[in-house]
């Protein structure tokens, strides 16, 4: 599985960007599918998440501001950003989850979200 993101850039607070991240190779229905991001000096962490039956979860930080959606046909997720705030500035990776039949994690490289004050 390769992942290929886009959508990053530079972006005012409170604009609302979207970020795509289209997935070739076999996708399982059981694959969960997200985003992921990362500043400097810190831990990588979960932004959101989404299985193929469309079920969500989002960090707290999050919450309410973005939305994740995914395309089970293209193998295409979304992540549409709202309100943006300078503190959600980082790389943006998005990520494929799988556990069965073995467990792995696919990576895509990041994307830079800048939110400027």
């Known amino acids: 599985v390769q992942l290929q993101a886009s959508g990053g850039g530079l972006v005012q607070a409170g604009g609302s960007p979207r970020l795509s991240c289209a997935a070739s190779g076999r996708i399982f229905s059981s694959d969960v599918m997200g985003w992921y991001r990362q500043t400097p000096g810190k831990q990588r962490e979960l932004a959101a998440t989404i299985t193929s039956a469309g079920i969500t979860n989002y960090v707290d930080s999050v919450k309410g501001r973005f939305t994740i959606s995914r395309d089970n046909a293209k193998n295409i997720i979304y992540l549409q950003m709202n309100t943006l705030k300078p503190e959600d500035t980082a790389v943006y990776s998005c990520?494929?989850?799988?556990?069965?039949?073995?467990?792995?994690?696919?990576w895509g490289q990041g994307t830079l979200v800048t939110v400027s004050s």
């Open positions: 990520n494929v989850k799988r556990t069965l039949p073995t467990r792995i994690d696919y």
